[in-house]
Structures are given as C-alpha cells and as structure tokens.
C-alpha cells in the first residue's frame, strides 16, 4: 500500500462512452499527476497539479480531461477515446518541493472498443 | 530525450548482491538522481534518491561518483521479489521525472 488509492482498476469503455477514472491520495501530499504506460513502452507524463493548480499539460489530446477538486482528489474524465488510448493510467502525488519522490497508485488498465 | 543510459536486462542470483548501473553524464548540478521500481503490472515504486553523496535506507544504497556522471543501485540481498524494471531518473524539479525503459533485472533462484 503506497497511501495512493485508483479507481476502478479496470474499465473497459468503446469509443462513444464517457467515463472517470478517479485517484485518491492519505499522504498529504500537494501535488497530484497523471501517467500514461502503453505496452513496451516508458510512462508518460500527461498531467501535473500543484496545490490544485494544473501545472503542466504534456500536449494530452482533449479527450483526456483532468479535474482536481482538492488536493486529496484527481479525476481524468475521458470520452470520445480511441483504441490506442488503451493503456495502463497511473495516478502519483509527492509532497512540494521533491517533486521526484513520487507515490503511485495501482494503476486503471483501460481497454477502449 | 532520455537523460539516462542503463543496460536493458542484468541477472543476479538470489541473495546475493544486485547491482544496477545508470549513466547521466548530462545531470546539471541541481538535478537529483531517483531510482524507481516496477513490478509487472504495478505502478513504479520509489526506492531512493540522492544528490551528491551516498545514500542508504532499508531498500536500497544509491552510490554517486565524485563527478556525478553515473551511479549504482544496489540491492544488498536480492530476493526473487525483487525482480523487476528499473528505472533510474534525473531531475524531479519542476518538469516531474522522465521514465525511460529501465533495467530489467531477473532475480534467479
């Protein structure tokens, strides 16, 4: 248990859906991000919030949205998704300034039809 | 543009000691260096971090040379829990960390 929580932790969705995936961190943590994992290949960063500011968007299309309501929450509300998006979304937060000292959360594995 | 080089897979037998190299001969002097695990279908797992001089905790040790253009992890007592991908990352300022592919590293019983 790293103290960051996901939700659900599997979602199948086809491609005119709507659907949240949400993340919930116990840390106290101040900043909250989102990560992308295709197969074979490394994380990507699509999302950073500092004390629920969005901080950086790593040019994410808008079909991924972010919502971060407080610092304990992060949504990523998806629709209109394509089969590439399948993917395994990873939720993270670290405590402001160590920004590199992040804790993940155990992953949603989206598969979009 | 990964900051990064390490070798994609490494083996070690079972408690012994496993030791992962990691290049970064272009870290800037602010730039920390974060080690980071992760077990097949899990999400990355932080193990340790450092700056300029050693560090240990009850993972792992993270040891920097004096020119800080590379560094070693270094699983004391490997066990086969400790097979996975691992990730060595510079920076963790305000851009967040960039994951390259990391080290496969295969504990053998």
């Known amino acids: 248990e790293t103290g960051v929580t996901q939700t659900p932790r599997h979602l199948v969705m086809g491609m005119t859906n709507k659907k949240s995936l949400k993340c919930e961190q116990h840390l106290g943590h101040n900043a909250m991000y989102w990560y992308k994992q295709s197969a074979k290949k490394p994380l990507e960063l699509m999302f950073v919030?500092?004390?629920?500011?969005?901080?950086e968007n790593n040019s994410v299309p808008s079909r991924f949205s972010p919502e971060c309501p407080n610092s304990s929450h992060l949504f990523l509300h998806l629709h209109t998704l394509q089969p590439e998006d399948s993917a395994l979304y990873l939720c993270?937060?670290?405590?402001?300034?160590?920004?590199?000292?992040?804790?993940f959360g155990p992953g949603t594995r989206l598969t979009v039809t | 543009d990964a900051k990064t080089t390490q070798p994609p897979s490494m083996d070690c037998a079972e408690g012994r000691a496993a030791n992962l190299p990691c290049n970064h001969s272009?870290?800037?002097?602010?730039?920390?260096v974060y080690w980071y695990r992760q077990i097949h279908s899990q999400g990355p797992q932080y193990i340790i971090h450092?700056?300029?001089n050693n560090e240990t905790n009850e993972m792992a040790s993270l040891i920097i040379t004096e020119d800080r253009k590379s560094s070693t992890l270094i699983l004391p007592h490997a066990t086969l829990r400790d097979t996975a991908v691992y990730y060595c990352?510079?920076?963790?300022?305000?851009?967040?960390?960039?994951f390259g592919k990391g080290t496969h590293l295969i504990i053998q019983p």
């Open positions: 450092g700056l300029k």
């Open positions: 990352i510079v920076g963790g300022g305000a851009d967040g960390l960039t």
């Open positions: 919030y500092n004390f629920k500011e969005q901080t």
């Open positions: 272009t870290i800037s002097g602010n730039e920390y």
């Open positions: 993270a937060s670290s405590q402001e300034p160590i920004r590199g000292e992040q804790y």
